[in-house]
């Protein structure tokens, strides 16, 4: 696969010496007519640039910032959610959804009405930390998506910014926030991969996730996590790589690396550090009340690493901060995103607000919400509540002074950079989703994670077997028992050795007292109060985590991965390095 050359921390936009070019321009004579008029009145669009585009990412988004009208500029900003799996045909539901958040029927004509520069795709699981923001779903299958998002596409190629690729991005994380799980290749959690312990194992297993994501239309990723798990947060858990700093560093890195190298943009998330709050930010505020000095030794490595491995995107959280600006969500903090992630660490990217229709952020109407947010040093504004209210909100603080000119045209220009910078990638077709060789790759990541917190290191469970669980994980158990059975181990109904498989949001009520071995799939906490003489650990509950499970359960590997976070009263592995 070709490499996209991208390093934003070290190639960035000459914002001061484009600032002069593209304001001049914004108020030059208009010269072409307006074909997609505003909800609140189109202004004429500037005259083009007399040069001609090069093949510089961010000269040629100099040259089309300096071609868009104010519609334009505030559209490109906005990246929100829409309601249906069709660009263009929707249920009755979904028109009344897009109705109620944006006054049209169908994603498309919502892209066509605010010149939206991108759009999210949403969905939900059981399992899902994050559904709590996540108001319907546009995910079904890769031939849906890829549909989905050449509809899309085709609605935005008619747009003034047209000729900069549509941002279409969606949160493929893995583990328990994972949009597209049927038909493409599943990669076991973060917090997998930290176990594992290798970044180039992770790297080639998310440059086949990036592969399959590019093939399906998608080319930003809200992912990698690169929140260090200093807390039991619940809401982060095994989205993170651990709670080691320099390991999670480590991991961030290969994660982008891999992404980036299919043509799919990378985004860390949620600085300035969600794992150092237990409290969910789809409920509340969480504060975060570490120093300053503590954040930057513990919190912001992996960001950092991030950076250095080329990343496109950091996520903004809504996050109080006190020994920085207390009170203040870091969504909405100039101190945070302006200051410290632009000026102390370095980051010359895209910054795109974490959800807008989450409570932080609610605080405020979505007009005066954005308006604060593109003040702060964010770029893009995420799934804000009301895209018309963003969309007017913006327009009228702009033409009003309140959201500086220059402000705008430095974030749309980040934005078109990042677009054209992408249009370089490789474009995979749709028969490289779950081939033999990605599904290597995740397998590799999923067996160098297996854990042995108690127990002989690799003995394998004498058979009989009997494959037990926590409520509602049929389908898991029902994985185990297929893997197992093919790896020669004989699977019994009742009566046999007893594996307990336990997983996101269990405790103590959902262990079995009677199980010879229990095996945590989510974050390994739940492993302090087995009574089971063999404890494992598989951090994700995928195929080819149970695949690898399987293995070790039959004798025929050796558990190699060590626990990325401390369980009170057990070893991070009993196996001798």
Known sequence: MVGVPIRPRHA???VAALTALIVSGCSGTPDRPDPTPGPTG????P??????????????????????SDEDLVGQVLMPYAYGDSATKVSTGSAAGNQALAGV??????????RLGGLILVGFSADDPTKG???????????QVHDLTTGLRGAAGRLAAGPAPFLIGTDQEYGVVTRVTDGVTILPS??????????????AAWQAAGAELAAMGINIDFAPVADVLATRSTVIGSRSFGADPKIAAAQVGGAVRGLQASGVAATLKHFPGHGHSADDSHKDLPVLTQSAAALQSGAWPPFSAGFDAGAMAVMSGHLDVQAIDPGTPATFSHKLLTDVLRGQLGFKGVVITDGMNMPPAKRWAPGEAAVRALNAGNDLILMTPNVGQAYDGLLAALRGGSLPRARLVDAVTRILTMKFRLAAGPAEPMSTLNTPAHRAAADALAAGAVTVLRGACGGAVHGPVTVTSSGGRDGTRAALTAALTAAGVTVKPSGGTVVHLVGYGDGEKDLSASAAVTV???????????????LLATYSSSRASMTALAAVLAGKARPGGRSPVVVPGLPATTCKS
């Open 12 to 14: 960035g936009v000459a």
């Open 133 to 143: 923001n996540q108001e319907t779903t546009n995910v079904d299958n890769p031939k």
């Open 190 to 203: 973060a917090l997998a991969a930290g176990a594992a312990g290798d970044p180039k194992l992770t790297e």
């Open 42 to 45: 189109a202004s004429a669009a």
């Open 47 to 68: 005259s083009a640039p007399a040069s001609p585009p090069t093949d510089d990412p961010a000269a040629r988004a100099a040259a089309l910032v300096a071609t868009l």
């Open 520 to 534: 945590a799939m989510d974050t390994p906490y739940v492993l302090a109060k087995a009574k089971s003489p063999t």
């Open 105 to 114: 029927d169908t994603p498309a004509e919502m892209i066509a009405k605010y």
